[in-house]
């Protein structure tokens, strides 16, 4: 199974609705001088969804290769492209991570 076949499965499973792969785009997010994300984001039209038509993808690194995270960004303000989608991911990732710490 290609990782396009198991995004897909996984926003079907997750949102509903029937994904279907439109494009892969590649996005390097900088902050402060620093790559802080750089990799593809799979683009899928939604069929069926009540909120929107679009959905970001991609594979996630864990540090464990046999368990990729599977990262999925309804196309919903702010993530609006999948730069917003990565910049919104990395920003609940902050939060997540900063709740933990406290």
């Known amino acids: 199974m290609s990782h396009i076949d ?10 509903g609705g029937i994904a279907t792969h439109e494009q892969s785009v590649p996005v390097k997010e900088v902050f402060q001088g620093k790559t802080v994300w750089d990799g593809v984001v799979e683009v899928f039209r939604l069929d069926g969804h009540k909120l929107t038509n679009r959905v970001y993808a991609w594979m996630h690194d864990t540090g ?4 990729p995270k599977h990262v999925t960004v309804l196309h919903i303000d702010p993530a609006l492209s999948p730069v917003k989608a990565v910049r919104a991911f990395i920003i609940q990732e902050f939060r997540n991570n900063a709740s933990v710490q406290a």
């Not at 198991?6 to 949102?15: A, P, Q, S, T």
């Not at 464990?64 to 368990?67: C, E, G, I, L, M």
């Open 64 to 67: 464990d290769p046999s368990k």
């Open 6 to 15: 198991e995004l897909r499965d996984v926003i079907n499973k997750l949102h």
